[in-house]
């Protein structure tokens, strides 16, 4: 059994930054998805169990840099510029195993418990 506990969130203006982190109890491949209200989950980033692959999903690579630090078990997630439309719960994922579609929520095992981001115009 793989705990995630992830902290970070809160409100920020347009153009702002936060950072995401998400403790996990095991090596494993990691992943963020958001889900804004009304909308179905979708992903954000992801990244191998090592550090060395990481992900990104749409409009988000260059604004969003994941990361991790394997000593700590604990993966970032570097949000900058962020937009009103970045507003949404942000979940850390955990995969066993590394997923043929890192950007499937099923190919996840175990889920944080989500942290609220809100970004105001």
């Known amino acids: 059994q793989v705990q995630l506990v992830e902290s970070g969130g809160g409100l920020v203006q347009a153009g702002g930054s936060l950072r995401l982190s998400c403790a996990a109890s095991?090596?494993?491949?990691m992943g963020w998805f958001r889900q804004a209200p009304g909308k179905e989950r979708e992903p954000v980033a992801a990244i191998s169990w090592s550090g060395t692959t990481t992900y990104y999903a749409g409009s988000e690579k260059g604004r969003f840099t994941i990361s991790r630090d394997t000593a700590k078990n604990t993966v970032y997630l570097q949000m900058n510029s962020l937009k009103p439309e970045d507003t949404a719960v942000y979940y850390c994922?955990?995969?066993?195993?590394?997923?043929?579609?890192?950007?499937?929520?099923?190919?996840?095992?175990?889920w944080g418990q989500g942290t609220q981001v809100t970004v105001s115009s």
């Open positions: 994922a955990a995969a066993r195993t590394r997923p043929t579609g890192w950007r499937i929520p099923e190919s996840y095992n175990y």
């Open positions: 095991g090596r494993t491949f």
